[in-house]
């Protein structure tokens, strides 16, 4: 069925005529809707023709009037804000709307974007300090993203390599100032900020005595015990969670600094050993510190100094008890307002945080106008439907069916108001990022938001796109084929998720690319689209031949089913619905003078009070 405009619907599918009128009063007759149509292999009966003009006529004046009125408002209702134009020269505010929020949107997540890019290299560049700086044989092979890694990951073997490591955390720790060549310090509170804040000729990284360094903390996840009786072993499996101030003396940091093996006995008086006998015990173990570091690029156009505090945790991971200890770093990095007890500020407000401070004021105001708009439009709808319902049931002795009643639901509006909410929302934690008052979480959250009303702006103005002839050929195939589209994926989702759980059971051991349940979603997707094909046959281990045999037959039928028939049938559904759009007539012209007086507010009906009695409605505006 060709849909070539919103208001162009035959009046005989239903009884809320969306048809302008001509001239003259077009007849109203329709089918009755009290049965549902029904396929079947048979032609289906025709349903009985309702008239109803001849209902109208044997109604009251006042109700005939009524009638008239709520036709004529139904019919302005569903015309496009190009019909409304030339009908009654209404201006399209929320149209004007939408391409200025697109306008301004767009330019205020391009400066959101750079000052979010300049903040996750910070994060990236540190995180890749602390692993130099605190991971004993660290390489810059390492750094590098690289698929399928040329390297496995960083581990250790024995315990003798735990304490090597451990011996080169201590040292790192205690050399950070006098070796690092950055702005990192200890997080300590210094004693008077004013003082700090007034001399300009302090070093933001002035060197700490010794004593006043803070203390790292070790932190181990073990079970309660395990014994071994007449080579029996007996576990109790309790999870245990302690942790330990290494409060080391300069003596003892000195003795592990000429001597890796001296911090056996060290750890061993702090009731803390990694032997042979403790393999099975241990599943974790963290060493814990706290930093601070100052950002200040200038290369960027934010370029106001910032402090943040580093929450920097070395992870010893035996979980799986194997032997070999995996080592990795965690670290959680957050803005503070202080570096100990020295406020960071910039000489001025750069001329970028201005501009943005506008651009989040007009988003924020064209956002809550919209939303204003939309939300007011869905209320007089419900009312209006609220109106044809009332009428229908009372006057007509019938009942709108629930197709009809959700046409008067406009899906556009809904996300519009869906979109409006997530700018504001974003806005508001943007405006917040910018007064220095935030954390990795919010920076997150808010692109998120940001992100997603900016996408729903742009995908919004696509309904406007559809009222034009020559533009709306996307809109009226995507509205024509997603109804075939979906039951398709129905089926081809089932086969799917066949192919997805046996290439996990099966070739999940033998391939890192199915190795969970969602990488082997990943890898399946990509090989549909025809990417990764030879990557994902040579990761099939081949020391299992029939794994090897059994693979390799399973990626040929999952490649030759779905790209050869499951994307070619989707691609078919999608021509199959384009063929039928580009036929579709062009609406007729609603410009001529006698239109624009059958559909002036006079002569619609009255949304804002109701009756109880249909034949006095208020009449005017």
């Known amino acids: 069925m060709c849909d070539g405009g919103a208001y162009q619907r035959n009046a005989e599918a239903s009884p809320i005529s969306k048809s302008p009128p001509s001239q003259s009063q077009p007849k109203m007759v329709g089918r009755s809707r009290s049965s549902n149509n029904s396929r079947s292999h048979t032609p289906p009966m025709r349903e009985p023709m309702t008239n109803f003009d001849e209902l109208f006529e044997q109604m009251q004046d006042s109700d005939r ?38 306008v301004f949107v767009t330019a205020q997540l391009v400066l959101f974007a750079e000052l979010r890019m300049s903040h996750v290299d910070f994060m990236e560049d540190t995180t890749v300090v602390m692993r130099h700086k605190f991971l004993k044989n660290w390489d810059d092979d390492r750094d590098a993203l690289q698929y399928p890694p040329s390297e496995g990951r960083y581990s250790v073997y024995d315990g003798k390599g735990i304490f090597e490591h451990l011996a080169f955390i201590v040292d790192a720790y205690y050399s950070l100032q006098s070796e690092s060549f950055a702005s990192f310090s200890y997080d300590l509170t210094r004693g008077n900020s004013k003082r700090y804040a007034r001399d300009t000729n302090a070093s933001l990284t002035a060197n700490v005595a010794f004593d006043k360094i803070p203390y790292m903390e070790a932190c181990l996840d073990r079970i309660a015990n395990v014994s071994v009786y007449n080579n029996t072993y007996e576990f109790d499996i309790n999870d245990v969670y302690e942790c330990t101030s290494l409060n080391f003396t300069k003596e003892e940091v000195d003795a592990i600094r000429e001597n890796d093996t001296n911090i056996i006995d060290i750890l061993a008086r702090r009731k803390i050993t990694f032997h042979a006998e403790d393999a099975l015990r241990i599943s974790k173990a963290t060493i814990k510190m706290r930093l601070r570091t100052i950002h200040f690029s200038p290369v960027t156009s934010d370029q106001r100094p910032e402090c943040y505090l580093i929450k920097l945790s070395v992870v010893f991971d035996n979980s799986h008890h194997t032997g070999q200890v995996h080592v990795y770093i965690n670290n959680v990095i957050s803005y503070v307002n202080e570096c100990n007890g020295r406020v960071i500020k910039g000489d001025s407000i750069a001329w970028d945080t201005i501009i943005m401070g506008i651009l989040d004021i007009c988003v924020l105001l064209l956002s809550v106008a919209s939303f204003v708009l939309c939300l007011r439009a869905l209320i007089k709808a419900h009312l209006l439907k609220s109106r044809a319902e009332e009428f229908f049931e009372q006057a007509l002795k019938m009942k709108l069916s629930v197709s009809d009643k959700l046409d008067f639901l406009n899906l556009w509006y809904v996300m519009i108001v869906v979109n409006d909410t997530c700018l504001v929302i974003g806005t508001i934690a943007k405006i917040s990022i910018e007064f220095r008052d935030f954390d990795s979480d919010l920076f997150t959250l808010t692109g998120i938001l940001l992100g997603t009303g900016a996408l729903l702006v742009y995908v919004g103005v696509l309904r406007y796109f559809g009222f034009f002839s020559q533009y709306n050929v996307l809109i009226l195939t995507m509205k024509k084929a997603i109804p075939s589209i979906l039951r398709f994926l129905g089926c081809a989702s089932v086969l799917y998720a066949g192919f997805l759980i046996a290439g996990w059971v099966i070739i999940g051991p033998y391939s890192m690319k199915f190795r969970s349940l969602t990488s082997s979603s990943e890898a399946l997707f990509s090989l549909l689209n025809g990417d990764d094909m030879f990557a994902t046959f040579y990761t099939i281990n081949d020391s299992n031949t029939v794994i090897k045999v059994f693979g390799c037959a399973y990626i040929y039928i999952f490649v030759s089913l779905f790209i050869y028939v499951v994307l070619s049938l989707f691609i078919a559904i999608i021509m199959d619905a384009y063929e039928v759009v580009k036929t579709c007539p062009l609406p007729e012209q609603l410009n001529s003078p006698s239109t624009r007086a059958a559909y002036s507010p006079s002569n619609l009906l009255n949304l804002g009070r109701l009756t109880g009695n249909i034949c006095i409605f208020h009449q005017l505006y």
Not at 72 to 100: A, D, G, I, T, Y
């Open 65 to 102: 009037e009524v009638g008239d009125r709520l036709r004529r408002h139904l019919q302005f209702f569903f015309m496009n804000p190009m019909e409304k134009w030339s009908v009654r020269h209404q201006f399209p505010w929320k149209l004007v709307l939408q391409v200025l929020k697109i």
